[in-house]
């Protein structure tokens, strides 16, 4: 099990730009980013295969976001520029510990770990 724990988050004016990053505790493989605003259930953000290379995002934030990595640092990242109100949610990663190649996730049941989040709040 690897351990995965989120930092950036804040609250910034419609417009504005937050970096998240995801530090885990050891080597991981596919990882994703998502959301949950109260009431609502975890939805899909974005995701990269292992590597970086091949990336996908939920088309709420196609354009404004950008999902990166560096396996060096075991850290994950999400830029995210242009920020609207609806954004405002919890925001988890979460990584699959087995090896999959191109291949990214963009369902919750697909990841095996998940950090405890990071609140994201975008004021108007």
């Known amino acids: 099990q690897v351990q995965l724990v989120e930092s950036g988050g804040g609250l910034v004016q419609a417009g504005g730009s937050l970096r998240l990053s995801c530090a885990a505790s050891?080597?991981?493989?596919?990882m994703g980013w998502f959301r949950q605003a109260p009431g609502q259930e975890r939805e899909f953000v974005a995701a990269t295969n292992w590597n970086g290379v091949y990336t996908n995002y939920a088309d709420s934030v196609l354009g404004r976001f950008t999902i990166s990595r560096d396996n060096a640092k075991n850290t994950m990242y999400l830029q995210m520029n242009s920020l609207k109100p609806g954004d405002t949610a919890v925001y988890y990663c979460?990584?699959?510990?087995?090896?999959?190649?191109?291949?990214?996730?963009?369902?919750?049941?697909?990841?095996?770990?998940w950090g405890q989040g990071t609140q994201v709040t975008v004021g108007s």
């Open positions: 979460a990584a699959r510990q087995s090896y999959s190649g191109v291949r990214y996730y963009s369902s919750v049941a697909e990841y095996d770990d």
């Open positions: 050891g080597r991981t493989f596919p």
